[in-house]
């Protein structure tokens, strides 16, 4: 029996003793230390068999977030460098693994030098894929790429570059062993990143949005017509009242930036379990960008939160990257907490101007 199985075994039967003999106490803080070594050890034993079975390089395991929601777990850390061909394991929390992938959120960057230089063509590419696994074995979204196995460019620049990999339920995800393309819900229960590039990637924070806890009702709000959070077509998750499809324009849509807010009034006494915001900001003047769609660029920065009549707020999300256009989520960290009397919906935009064309707010 090994050292791990052997302090299970001990605390447990020294509970059980407690609990026989009527003295049952709560765990003694040096039984927790032990206790949440356990589970840190157990975590990283999971891993290191995907890691074994997959033949990947990895050159560390992460299993203790540093936030967790009840639909989402984010681990930032210390910039680590992946050489090409790293990978960096993460840990799924169980309660979220019967859920389905709906977001990823990762922060990279490549180190600026002699021949890195910010503005100029990189011959050697940092490329940074993230991957989900599931049942099914590994696979990787479907949305705009700048490489192999669905990976995106990491920019030259001093700080790190946050990229927001939404709408797997719309995009779908591609099966890295088959190739094979699915919009079927994607359950994970464990997930990395790998560095595919030809030059090392600095790796720094990679989050997991999956969808939320089933609601009993909602309220939605839309700003431009033809927007839908639940539309009557099965094959598609929302429809979107502006966009591409309308040459980048957003009409309808409610503009936000700075110290333009949007304010919605929440139910008191319900229990939230989740906010989609469909939005863009690419901006409504008509012309072509570098990317062949409509709109110049935007880089606008959304934040969600929760407003109480005291003024202050308790965000759920900060300053994520806001897509041409599509729907992003967000969760409370206690989906059982009611919602106190006076308190509204806040959601602003930094950095540059998000057009807001809806927003559907769920209750349980």
Partial sequence: MNKIMSLILLISISAKSEEQNGCATKPAKSELALLSIVDQKSKTIELEKLAKENNDHVIEFNVEPVKKTCSTVSYKFPEIKMSPNDSVYFHIPLELRERGVRFMVLGH?????????????DDKPGLSSVQVHSQNGWSYWNGPSSGKNGAKFAEIRGDAEIENLYNWDTYGHVNLKTGEVSKEMLKPDAMKVTSVGTDSVLLSELTLKVSPMPETSKVEKIYSDGTAFTPENPNHKYTLGGGQKFKGKFPGAKEIYGAKTLNIPLRAGAKLTS??????????????????????????????????????????????????????MTSPEDCDEKIETGSELIISSDGDTTYVMGVHVGYR
């Fill in 275 to 328: 906010v989609d915001v469909a939005c863009g900001d690419s901006h409504s003047d008509g012309v072509q960008n570098s990317d062949g769609g409509w709109g110049t660029q935007g880089w606008a920065k959304l934040n969600i939160g929760i407003k109480k009549l005291d003024g202050s707020i308790r965000w759920m999300m900060n300053h994520e990257n806001v897509p041409p256009e599509g729907v992003l």
């Fill in 109 to 121: 960057r490549q180190l600026p030098g002699q021949d890195n230089v910010p503005g100029q063509w």
